[in-house]
């Protein structure tokens, strides 16, 4: 079973930082578009940021120049840097993995970030 790790979700102010990681196996991590998604409560799963395998990244509107993705191959890894956190950025973040071949697509288990006040 392909497991996407994830970490870094937290508790943090409005205005603050947090970055988030997921690690996935080589085989998926090299064949794959890498993205981040978020579900708020009572809201839809959406997509926040995602970087295909040549690095070209793209973003939601709601966290352009706030939010940067980027991954490495080296260490099969993908980040969310998230700055300038507001509130409605309170959400569960999961990890996403879509490779180039196939149907599967994977996802991590999600991480809790809450921006108070």
């Known amino acids: 079973q392909v497991q996407l790790v994830e970490s870094g979700g937290g508790l943090v102010q409005a205005g603050g930082s947090l970055r988030l990681s997921c690690a996935a196996p080589?085989?998926?991590?090299?064949?794959?578009?890498m993205n981040w998604y978020r579900q708020a409560p009572g809201k839809q799963r959406e997509l926040v940021a995602g970087v295909d395998r040549g690095g070209r990244s793209k973003y939601a509107d709601s966290v352009k120049g706030r939010f940067t993705i980027s991954r490495d191959s080296m260490k099969n890894t993908v980040w969310l840097q998230m700055t300038s956190l507001k509130p409605e950025d309170t959400a569960v973040y999961y990890c996403?993995?879509?490779?180039?071949?196939?149907?599967?697509?994977?996802w991590g288990q999600g991480t809790q970030v809450t921006v108070s006040s």
């Open positions: 996403n993995a879509d490779p180039v071949v196939g149907e599967s697509v994977y």
């Open positions: 080589g085989f998926i991590f090299s064949l794959s578009d």
